[in-house]
């Protein structure tokens, strides 16, 4: 699927590297308020560190402030759902301006992210794809993507649905989110990813 476009994956990474050190400079004094006052708030760690899957199936550790309690999948789902109770009063604010995932940057820089890719999965939700779905292993995920933008409500999809929230997502959301995931691979260039970063901004605002 992706030989005809090896020039295009080298382009990513470089746009990737320049792009995120550039940022990182820039919204340094935001990352920095940021991580104050997600240590201030509750107790734990600034960064939540969780294991999710990336390229070619190998595990990485996944940076976000931290918007929950501490240890907050040891007590509920791995999905958040609606108004979930673990999440912290500064959590929810920089939930609303996905200022969580801005500490992703770090990931882009060391490669095991990209701006732009299918959004990274927990081994459990892995483990339910499909041999088609596989294929989106093989780039790098990202922290956006056209799938996040058509399901940026998705907490409020699952807390509307029935009492089981996660089959609600393998079953429901996770076909529809792999389906824009191969989409994008076929059409995977630069310049889309230029253009889903600014639609991204566009659907957070």
Same mark, same amino acid.
């Given at each position: 699927m992706l030989q005809k476009h090896r020039g295009t994956l080298a382009g990513k990474?470089?746009?990737?590297?320049?792009?995120?050190?550039?940022?990182?400079?820039?919204?340094?004094?935001?990352?920095?308020? /940021?991580? $104050?006052?997600?240590?201030?708030?509750?107790?734990?760690?600034?960064?939540?560190?969780?294991?999710?899957?990336?390229?070619?199936?190998?595990?990485?550790?996944?940076?976000?402030?931290? /918007?929950?309690?501490?240890? $907050?999948? *040891? *007590?509920?789902?791995?999905? /958040?759902?609606?108004?979930?109770?673990?999440? /912290?009063?500064?959590?929810?604010?920089?939930? *609303?301006?996905?200022?969580?995932?801005?500490?992703q940057l770090l990931n882009v820089l060391n490669g095991t992210m990209s701006f732009v890719g299918p959004r990274p999965e927990v081994p459990k939700y892995v483990d339910a794809y499909t041999d088609a779905y596989l294929a989106t292993l093989l780039v790098r995920p990202g922290v956006t993507a056209p799938s996040s933008i058509h399901f940026r409500n998705e907490d409020e999809i699952l807390a509307a649905s029935t009492d089981d929230p996660e089959k609600t997502y393998i079953e429901q959301i996770l076909p529809t989110k792999m389906k824009l995931n191969l989409d994008y691979l076929d059409s995977i260039s630069v310049w889309n990813d230029i253009k889903v970063m600014f639609q991204t901004v566009k659907a957070v605002l």
């Amino acid at each position: 699927m992706l030989q005809k476009h090896r020039g295009t994956l080298a382009g990513k990474r470089i746009f990737d590297v320049a792009v995120s050190l550039v940022m990182l400079i820039l919204l340094s004094p935001v990352l920095l308020v /940021t991580a $104050a006052a997600v240590k201030l708030d509750s107790h734990g760690p600034v960064f939540y560190r969780q294991v999710r899957v990336g390229r070619y199936g190998q595990d990485f550790r996944i940076f976000k402030f931290r /918007t929950m309690v501490q240890d $907050a999948d *040891k *007590k509920g789902l791995a999905i /958040t759902v609606g108004e979930d109770p673990r999440i /912290t009063r500064v959590g929810r604010a920089i939930r *609303k301006c996905r200022l969580d995932e801005f500490a992703q940057l770090l990931n882009v820089l060391n490669g095991t992210m990209s701006f732009v890719g299918p959004r990274p999965e927990v081994p459990k939700y892995v483990d339910a794809y499909t041999d088609a779905y596989l294929a989106t292993l093989l780039v790098r995920p990202g922290v956006t993507a056209p799938s996040s933008i058509h399901f940026r409500n998705e907490d409020e999809i699952l807390a509307a649905s029935t009492d089981d929230p996660e089959k609600t997502y393998i079953e429901q959301i996770l076909p529809t989110k792999m389906k824009l995931n191969l989409d994008y691979l076929d059409s995977i260039s630069v310049w889309n990813d230029i253009k889903v970063m600014f639609q991204t901004v566009k659907a957070v605002l």
